[in-house]
């Protein structure tokens, strides 16, 4: 089944620095949603991006996907204390069946 | 809209016991996910459903059963409990995966410590 792996595990920044962390995969895709997982919370959903898109934005969200390296990656930009959580891909084949599959994620930290 | 609910928040086991975890989504999603998560590990699939009356495996199904009798409800059930199940539980659900809205909904989670 399909799954993504996060890099790196873990990231720690400062507010008003910006944070970077990619997702890859091992086959082709439909489509690909970044979600946030605050601590002991459920997953919330921020962002999907189809394979036939390459950058996608929502407010200080930023996720490029690049099919040809089967990858994507997520920015969020002047990173608040607010934003430390956990972030997951999930990339999504219809050929794969209808599961819905996680990895381990990225911890960020974001310190004033 | 409640969105997804889980029932209980916590629950505490004595080996060998059984219980049944309930998630209820109140969106009129197709798609419904049972999912554990253990530190270090990320979210592991327990089991899913595509539709009503239908569930199939996901990555560690082994020691618990599920079923989806009504839409709305999809229920979790660990016949035998064992401490390697003490974790915390998600539920999710959504549309179907090919419509445009497909984003997944999670509940808050059931912590459960089998003792």
């Known amino acids: 089944s399909q799954q993504g792996e996060e890099d790196p595990q873990a990231l720690s920044i400062q507010e008003g620095e910006n944070a970077t962390m990619n997702c890859s995969y091992k086959?082709?895709?439909?489509?690909l949603q970044w979600y946030r997982q605050n601590s002991g919370r459920g997953l919330v959903h921020l962002i999907l991006?189809?394979?036939?898109?390459r950058e996608k934005h929502s407010g200080r969200l930023r996720v490029t996907l690049d099919t040809s390296k089967k990858s994507s990656s997520l920015l969020i930009t002047a990173s608040r204390a607010a934003d430390t959580a956990s972030y997951f891909c999930?990339?999504?084949?219809?050929?794969?069946?209808?599961?819905?599959?996680f990895g381990k994620g990225t911890s960020l930290l974001v310190t004033p | 809209n409640a969105g997804v609910t889980q029932t209980p928040k916590f629950r505490v086991l004595k080996t060998g016991q059984s219980m049944t975890l309930l998630c209820a989504q109140d969106?009129?999603?197709?798609?419904m996910y049972w999912y554990r998560q253990d530190p270090g590990m990320g979210l592991r699939l327990i089991h899913y459903?595509?539709?009503?009356?239908?569930?199939a495996k996901g990555e560690v199904p082994d020691g618990y059963n599920v079923s989806r009798l009504k839409k709305q409800n999809f229920l979790l059930g660990l016949e035998s409990a064992a401490p390697s199940q003490t974790s915390v539980y998600f539920c999710?659900?959504?549309?179907?995966?090919?419509?445009?809205?497909?984003?997944?909904?999670f509940g808050q989670g059931t912590r459960l410590t089998v003792v």
């Open positions: 999710a659900s959504s549309y179907k995966a090919s419509t445009p809205n497909t984003e997944a909904f």
């Open positions: 086959t082709s895709i439909n489509n």
């Open positions: 991006i189809r394979s036939n898109e």
């Open positions: 999930a990339p999504w084949n219809s050929n794969s069946g209808y599961a819905l599959n």
């Open positions: 969106m009129n999603h197709e798609y």
């Open positions: 459903s595509v539709g009503e009356g239908t569930t």
